[in-house]
């Protein structure tokens, strides 16, 4: 029980890794190809939630 526990925060982890990046390259100026849009837009749903609740108590820092 608690592998599944530890492989499931282990692959949310990588989707929030994924998140990071995405948000560098959209940030410098870069697009994602049109390909893999559904694929963005699968990471920003997944993270959205717990990134929204910590959103909510910190303040915006500017680009950190």
Not at 15 to 40: C, E, K, M, N, Y
């Amino acid at each position: 029980m608690l592998g599944v526990f530890c492989l499931a925060l282990y692959i949310y982890w990588i989707i929030l890794l994924a998140r990071v990046i995405l948000s560098w390259v959209q940030a410098f100026g870069g697009r994602t190809p049109p390909a893999l849009d559904p694929l963005v837009r699968v990471v920003y749903l997944l993270t959205e939630p717990l990134l929204g609740f910590f959103r909510r108590y910190i303040p915006p820092l500017g680009m950190f």
